[in-house]
């Protein structure tokens, strides 16, 4: 058993930056893999990034790809989601997840979630 808590979400200009973070409860936390969905007013959620369970590979949507990087300290049971040069169409609520499977990157696949932290970007 898994819980995920995420924390950093709120409300900045287009092009600046902000660091989610998810922290991770049990002795686990490096058996997972560990991703970041997002969802907006209105829309589906949707794969943001995901890291291998020691950190080695890293899957970006085509969306965030430059721009968000994924971490993850394994010795403090945390993932992070840097977002840089924010813009509108970031804005959403911010989920983490975690599952078993590298290269997944629908919701059904990952087993854990978050309570979702609100990101928002204005003009």
């Known amino acids: 058993q898994v819980q995920l808590v995420e924390s950093g979400g709120g409300l900045v200009q287009a092009g600046d930056s902000l660091r989610l973070s998810c922290a991770a409860s049990?002795?686990?936390?490096?058996?997972?893999?560990m991703a970041w969905f997002r969802q907006a007013p209105g829309k589906e959620r949707e794969f943001v990034a995901a890291i291998s369970w020691g950190g080695e590979s890293t899957y970006y949507a085509d969306s965030v790809k430059g721009r968000f990087t994924i971490s993850r300290d394994n010795a403090k049971n945390i993932v992070y989601l840097q977002m840089n040069s924010l813009k509108p169409e970031d804005t959403a609520v911010y989920y983490c997840?975690?599952?078993?499977?590298?290269?997944?990157?629908?919701?059904?696949?990952?087993?854990?979630w978050g309570q979702g932290t609100q990101v928002t970007v204005s003009l």
């Open positions: 049990g002795r686990t936390f490096s058996r997972y893999v």
């Open positions: 997840a975690a599952g078993p499977s590298l290269g997944a990157f629908r919701e059904i696949e990952y087993n854990y």
